[in-house]
């Protein structure tokens, strides 16, 4: 197949962006309007609306804990009001300029003053247990997190990868399988991982091999993976059940740290996925930005005619890297099925993957970066599980779109123009 | 960016230096050869798929030592019904044809919508909403109003578009002016879609008195679209919408001074900037005018068809499809018609097939996913058949990733 690919052409001398960015007062003023509408808000829904002489309770430690922290009880209606002057302050400073530039860090601030008083008023004569929340939250990232780290292996080597749902949903089938057949989760973990990494390679053979798009290569998989899954669902796993029960992964906690205040349980006592997701975080780290490895991936996503230039083999660290990419995804993939649920269920991970890709470009292909993502996604979830479970007025409805309509909120807002690896998505021949 | 563009019209409109009549044939051959072997080599992999997840030939191929022909024999036969099946009840007679129709029609208008956006340089993973909304308005003005059929369908209709385009507009207006990822937003707005037509469904404006379930009051007669019958063959109108979209979409975007920049943003919106074109006006106006087609497609499911209620899983049914219509049609609204015809075909034909065979219906999914693949790589397809590399086309969806 001959391609009409020519040479690489040369990158634009100027850098500005396509779409002006607004000019920084604006933005400022822009983002203390916003904080004092939000002040607003927290003033009058959670304060001046809400009953009198109600108190709220934060709970930080569960029973078994073994060092216990008092609960916090503040009276709801005054930390709304309270709260709400505090945001309305920080936006009028921010407007006025008195702040300077630190819009993300008062936005920021406003924002969890916001949520600590949509709590408290979600908890009126009740508590609300905080631990609870938090733990949820890195329950809910993993499989986001490790979804997003697979695509930014894939995407620093310059291949795009939307398959991550795919990847996530042909693992969840393959480890509930192969764990079930074994009667052994670490079996179920390997073959999750196994799948990942060949779906990787596949993704690899097509975009680099064959240069088919890689969004038509990443859709493909998608269609694939959520095709024959719930076709040997239905067909296979609802025949033999047997065949779906893998069991799952326990809790354990790392001792000695386990033992700390709140950190100790939240961080140290969790099954096997959040530690490897914080390893991987902490590694990913490193090795893209720290060793030569790294740096030799990104040189390939960024200008592989260069990096072929200087000896590096380009497509062969493609390859390597959507397979690790792969492998990570497999990894996340056998979350839903040895930890979440216990079983397999037809389309289960329910769009996670594109959950993950938007952390992956909302944390700027930063495994940092995409961890934060990650956990933000998680945490507005988490937390408006919770509020349902509080039966607050809001319908139920609306609480589940709020994860969503925060995201583009920040995305439009405080991210703005997130910067792909610069050969993101070009095939790359080599002459 | 852009080291391909999506403008790929088919092989033989590669411009090569070699016209000649042979060439020429050869590269129509060519053209339909990939298709013809693409459909054919999926269909053989879907049946492999079937034999070897089949109980029954699963126990006769465990005999096979005792009793091979036996074992080939159940394979055969369980292929050989699965796909009867599939034909009679799509092409094969003209109540499937009828249906085949009416399926194809919401898939190659939103297929139509993910191509307008992907020739724009944008990638529309929100049709799934776009639909959703855009059904849910005209749903809405179907069962509200009562208004003669004159005005109640067009308006009706009006509103599908407006609610697609105005879902959609949302992310060409952020993405213009604060440069939101596209792909996040649309994704985002997937989701919030979803818990609004939830919320709309347990309202008082939309539920039916006495019933506590998620579906909506039925769209009014006056608001139905009329159907339309050729011999036994009988659709209704929105397959003619359809058709004129396709032709409208191909019009606007290789016709028109509009089309064009969208088309050069699309390509190279460094090059269309500096050309003076407004790539933020572009953006604005692919995502408005890919969101009312997504919206359309809603409005002709729900305008068109038996039930004529919204229900709680309606977004469901599209899902993916539209993002695949839309790559294997390769972004020409004749390309767009094509692929959604096939998946109508196959959606058709798929229940007739789980009836007849107990073959579940998930199997066309694979099929489908295995077309697109032999058609997107034309170089597998040529290794697996050793037919010499022709002149193939590349093109790149992907220019707009990271600009």
């Known amino acids: 197949m001959t391609t009409v690919l020519q040479d690489p052409p040369a990158p634009l001398p100027d850098d500005t962006p396509l779409v002006a960015d607004r000019p920084a007062t604006r933005r400022r003023v822009g983002f203390g309007i916003a904080t004092i509408v939000l002040g607003l808000i927290t003033l009058v829904a959670f304060g001046l609306g809400s009953e009198s002489g109600l108190d709220a309770t934060f709970v930080f430690s569960r029973a078994s804990d073994a060092v216990q922290i008092p609960d916090l009880t503040i009276p709801a209606r005054w930390t709304g009001i309270v709260l709400g002057l505090v945001i309305i302050a920080g936006g009028i400073l921010l407007a006025l300029g008195v702040l300077g530039d630190r819009i993300y860090l008062v936005f920021g601030v406003a924002l969890a003053l916001f949520i600590v008083a949509l709590l408290a008023w979600a908890a009126r004569g009740a508590d609300v247990s905080i631990i609870g929340l938090l733990d949820g939250t890195l329950f809910r990232a993993t499989p986001l997190a490790l979804g997003a780290f697979a695509g930014l292996l894939c995407e620093r080597a310059g291949v795009v990868n939307i398959a991550i749902e795919g990847m996530l949903l042909t693992a969840a089938f393959v480890a509930a399988l192969t764990a079930s057949a074994a009667d052994n989760t670490w079996v179920g973990l390997g073959g ?40 040997l669902g239905a067909r296979v796993l609802s025949e033999y059940p047997d065949l779906n029960q893998p069991g799952a992964f326990r809790a354990f906690g790392i001792p000695g740290l386990e033992r700390l205040p709140l950190v100790g349980p939240l961080l140290f006592d969790n099954t096997i996925y959040v530690f490897l997701m914080f390893a991987l975080v902490v590694g990913l780290w490193w090795a893209l930005f720290r060793t030569r490895w790294g740096l030799r991936v990104r040189a390939v996503g960024e200008h592989p005619r260069a990096a072929d230039t200087v000896g590096i083999n380009v497509l062969r660290t493609r390859y390597r890297s959507v397979m690790l990419g792969g492998a990570i995804a497999g990894l996340g993939g056998t979350w839903f099925t040895l930890d979440a649920t216990g079983s397999f269920n037809e389309n ?7 959950i993950a890709l938007a952390a992956l470009i909302f944390g700027r292909w930063h495994p940092v970066g995409a961890f934060v993502a990650a956990l933000v996604f998680a945490f507005s979830e988490e937390l408006q599980t919770r509020l349902a479970l509080l039966d607050t007025p809001i319908p139920s409805d609306f609480l589940l779109m709020t994860p969503y309509i925060v ?6 807002g405080l991210v703005g123009r997130s910067r792909a690896p ?3 998505g070009e095939p790359y021949v080599v002459e | 960016m852009s080291t391909a563009t999506v403008d790929a019209t088919g092989p033989a409109s590669d411009g090569g230096t070699n016209t000649g009549v042979g060439a020429r044939l050869a590269a129509l051959a060519n053209g339909l050869i990939i298709p013809v072997l693409a459909l ?22 465990g005999s096979f030592f005792g009793d091979p022909l036996g074992a080939l024999e159940a394979s055969w036969d369980i292929v050989y019904d699965s796909y009867r099946a599939l034909w009679n009840s799509s092409l094969g007679s003209s109540r499937g044809l009828s249906r085949t129709l009416v399926e194809a029609t919401p898939l190659a208008l939103a297929g139509l919508s993910v191509a307008f956006a992907f020739r724009a340089g944008l990638f529309n993973i929100g049709a799934a909403g776009q639909i959703v909304i855009g059904a849910t308005c005209a749903g809405w003005v179907g069962f509200t109003f009562d208004l003669p059929t004159a005005v109640h369908l067009p308006l009706a209709v009006l509103a599908g578009f407006a609610g697609g385009a105005a879902w959609g507009g949302i992310a060409g207006v952020l993405k213009a002016r604060t440069g939101a990822h596209e792909v996040i937003t649309t994704i985002m707005l997937n989701y919030i879609s979803y818990r609004l037509l939830d919320y709309a469904l347990r309202s008082d404006a939309f539920q039916p008195a006495g019933r506590d379930d998620l579906i909506s009051k039925p769209v009014a007669d006056s608001a139905r679209l009329p159907e339309v019958s050729f011999g036994e063959i009988t659709v209704h109108a929105g397959v003619f919408v359809a058709l ?44 408005l ?15 068109g068809r038996p039930s004529f209620s919204l229900t709680g899983g309606y977004y469901s049914f599209i899902g993916f499809d539209a993002i695949a219509v839309a790559l294997l049609g390769r972004a020409n609204p004749g390309g767009v018609l094509g ?22 219906v998930d199997i066309i999914v694979v099929i489908q996913a295995l077309i697109i693949l032999f058609v997107a790589a034309p170089a597998l397809v040529r290794s697996i058949y050793r037919i010499k590399a022709g002149r193939g086309t590349s093109q790149n969806f992907t220019t707009s990733w990271g600009a």
């Open chain 2, 339 to 360: 692929a959604a015809f096939l998946f109508g075909v196959l959606r058709a034909g798929s229940t007739g097939m789980q009836a007849a065979t107990s073959t579940p």
């Open chain 2, 244 to 287: 004129v979209a396709a032709v409208g979409v191909w019009y606007l975007l290789e016709r028109t001074t509009v089309g064009f920049s969208l088309r050069s943003v699309g390509a190279n919106p460094n090059a269309a900037r500096y050309a003076g074109m407004s790539v933020a006006a572009m953006y604005v106006l692919a995502m």
């Open chain 1, 348 to 354: 289960m991970t329910a769009g996670k993957g594109f």
């Open chain 1, 422 to 424: 610069a050969a993101d």
């Open chain 2, 289 to 303: 005018l890919a969101g009312g087609l997504a919206g359309l497609a809603g409005t002709m499911n729900i305008l």
């Open chain 1, 192 to 231: 999750g991982i196994a799948a990942g990494a060949l779906l990787g390679a596949f993704l690899g053979v097509l975009s680099i091999k064959y240069q088919v798009d890689q969004i038509i290569g990443g859709t493909v998989i998608n269609i694939f993976a959520l095709g024959i899954t719930s076709y």
């Open chain 2, 40 to 61: 054919l080599t999926a269909l053989v992999v879907g049946g492999l798929v079937i034999v070897f997840s089949d109980p029954d030939t699963l126990d006769e191929w």
């Open chain 1, 407 to 412: 995201t583009i909120i920040v995305v439009a």
